[in-house]
């Protein structure tokens, strides 16, 4: 596989990423997804956002440093390097995967530019999107799914513990632009989005993206052997 799209091009492989809020269970989810499909036989690979290389973990680890007392990161910076790393990952992971036909989980990808970047922190959409048509070389997820949660939920369910400069620097607003960004991409493409309810009890949210999974064309009926 090149690095770029090729149009018409069919590719191997499912992509499905799952984005969502700060707090909205993604990450466990995602876990469950992996494990679920690797039960069923499903060759599966999980990744997150940003990381999952070793380049990709350093980059991480300057953005989780900036704020006030770490380094100062302007905002077109943050889009950057998160771009950076997602072009690492999809060099030495997701592509490669895709290529020999495995199903990839991502947890959060471009999209999480377009909300966080883009909605919350408010550089225009416009200028963002060739940034990560850049990185990615235009390859988009064949679903998307939101785990969709009320700010004051996904903050409040992310303990002390877990809080980073991107919980703890940015107050209640850019959090709602961000939630209401994403809301509206799912409404502007409804073939790739699915939204689901957060708040559900997380054995009711794993068996709505489960399902998600199994109408995926091809997918589906490896996962239901
Ligand atoms: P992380 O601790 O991994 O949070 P979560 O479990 O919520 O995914 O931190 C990732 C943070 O980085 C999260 O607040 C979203 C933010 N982010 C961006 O702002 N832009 C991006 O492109 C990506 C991938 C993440």
Redesign the pocket.
Known sequence: MADVEVPGQARQGWFVTLEGP?GSG??AQSERLRAAAAAAGQDVVLV???GGTAGGERIRAILNDAGPVGVRLARRTDALL?NAARAQLLDEVIRPALRRGALVIS??YAD??LA??GCGSELPLDELRPVVEFATGGLLPDRTILIDVPVEVGLARKSAA?T?R??AHFDRAFHERVRAGYLSFAAADPARWVVVDGTAPADDVFAALWGVLLDMPGLGPRLAR
Do not use: A, G, L
Request: a negative charge; charged letters at 45%; zero cysteines.
């Open positions: 700060d993604k990450s997150r956002e940003p998160f947890d959060r999480s530019t966080y970047q877990e980073t991107w919980e």
